[in-house]
């Protein structure tokens, strides 16, 4: 069979697509929240200085001076991105320590029962909570969201009125890695400020997407990483607002204030420094209002092809590089292969699961939509893009989409659904 787009594929007969894409085609690449291409201008930065300014920053002498350069001028790109202080960014290396970092330094500084959170948050902060709890007794409290996976405002007041004093931090993410739904993280974090409570917020999904104002937003502590934004992986910020006090998770060396101990990876944080660059200018030129408009289009289109199909939190705000799509009666793991063989890269949640395709505590959080299976993760997919993806590329996806649900809806004849991968 042939399908849209001019894309070859065949049905297996375990139910499967066991076919392939012409040689000649690429994919059209719609997980960018798990990761990103880095950019051609990344690739040329981190190639150059790992060839000629591959010293030990740490050195004294020109080499390692040259190499330190390199550092200093990733950590101003930092700062113009997020407005931001050099001493307070902390180079990482990734979204992940940047997180573990944070959240233990506040636990030991803090020394209070209480750990303040969301039930949508990313694993990196979910099981670090988990093990504060288990390790030092903490209390983790979830606060409550409606049906978007947003945070109940009130049900937050009402906590900081009763047991203010109990609380140690609160962490609450900016936006959603798998809805793309964003918290009022400003207004939150007016409420901790005037509660004398530290705030921190994953900004991975948001940082290098959204403008950012760090010198005037009411937020202690970010979390993000590079390769979320045509970055290199292996590189991250922590950003702590000045006079904090951080308790360093990596000690020896005394590399980045004594805050972060080991040789830096100077190719790395150099290419992190060009992302931000390159970030900072597409945010001045307003990409991101562009790429909000055909996320819409994208959606509009999506449901005009399969009427039956459910977008996840589409009455929230939500930030323009992600589309959680409920597909009826069909789990996303087979949704998954089919779009996988005929030639879009899709996932059904966090890339930080080993491969394995879990259900989601994200979706658990907001509810099944009536659209969805029963079984988790309720088939549904995560269409993230990256603000190189192209209208063309939106409408192929959408028209690929559609063939290959429609002939998996037909594996069942009679409807029997929900289907699963062991048809």
């Known amino acids: 069979m ?8 065949r049905l297996g007969c375990n139910g499967v697509y066991t076919g392939w894409m012409s040689a000649d085609a690429l994919p059209i690449y719609l997980d960018s929240n798990a990761t990103t291409r880095p950019l051609p201008q990344v690739l040329e930065k981190m190639n150059r200085v790992m060839t000629e300014v591959w ?3 740490s050195s004294i002498h020109r080499a390692g001076q040259m190499a330190r350069r390199e550092v200093d001028l990733a950590r101003e790109a930092v700062c113009e991105l997020v ?17 573990n970092t944070c959240l233990r330094s506040l636990s030991r500084w803090r020394q209070k029962p209480l750990l303040i959170t969301s039930a949508v948050e990313h694993a990196a902060v979910r099981e670090q909570l988990e093990d504060l709890a288990e390790v030092f007794d903490h209390e983790v409290v979830t606060l409550p969201n409606d049906s978007n996976g947003v945070v109940e405002i009130e049900a937050f007041q009402q906590l900081l009125s009763s047991r203010a004093d109990e609380i140690a931090f609160v962490s609450v993410m900016w936006a959603n890695n798998e809805t793309g739904v964003i918290q009022p993280v400003e207004q939150i974090g007016m409420m901790c400020r005037e509660a004398g409570i530290p705030f921190h917020t994953d900004a991975t999904q948001w940082v290098g997407k959204m403008p ?12 993000f990483a590079g390769h979320k934004f045509h970055g290199p992986k292996g590189s991250g910020v922590l950003w702590l607002r000045e006079g904090l006090p951080l308790h360093a998770m990596i000690l020896g060396g005394g590399q980045e204030r004594k805050r972060r101990g080991g040789t830096e990876s100077v190719a790395d944080i150099a290419g992190l420094g060009v992302a931000c660059q390159e970030a900072k200018s597409w945010l001045d030129n307003s990409g991101h209002e562009q790429m909000l408009a055909m996320r819409s289009t994208f959606e509009a289109y999506m449901q005009s092809e399969i009427t039956e199909c459910c977008i996840n939190a589409v009455s929230a705000d939500r930030i323009w590089s992600t589309s959680n799509i409920g597909f009826p ?7 998954l292969l089919g779009l996988s063989e005929a030639g879009v890269c899709a996932s059904a949640g966090s890339a930080c699961s080993s491969g394995a395709l879990k259900g989601s505590s994200v979706i ?24 190189a993806i192209t209208q063309e590329q939106l409408e192929s996806a959408v028209e690929i989409s559609s063939e290959v649900f429609q002939r998996l809806a037909g594996l069942s004849p009679n409807a029997n659904w929900p289907l699963s991968a062991e048809v």
């Open 329 to 335: 009666g069909i789990e996303a793991e087979l949704m």
């Open 364 to 387: 658990d959080a907001i509810g099944r939509q009536p659209c969805q299976v029963d079984e988790r993760p309720y088939g549904s997919v995560r269409f993230s893009f990256d603000r």
């Open 55 to 57: 010293a030990n920053p």
């Open 2 to 9: 042939r399908g849209m787009c001019g894309i070859a594929f």
């Open 212 to 223: 950012i104002d760090l010198e005037s937003t009411p937020i202690d502590m970010i979390s």
């Open 83 to 99: 407005k931001a202080r050099p001493s307070e960014v902390i180079f990482t290396s990734g979204g992940t320590e940047s997180v």
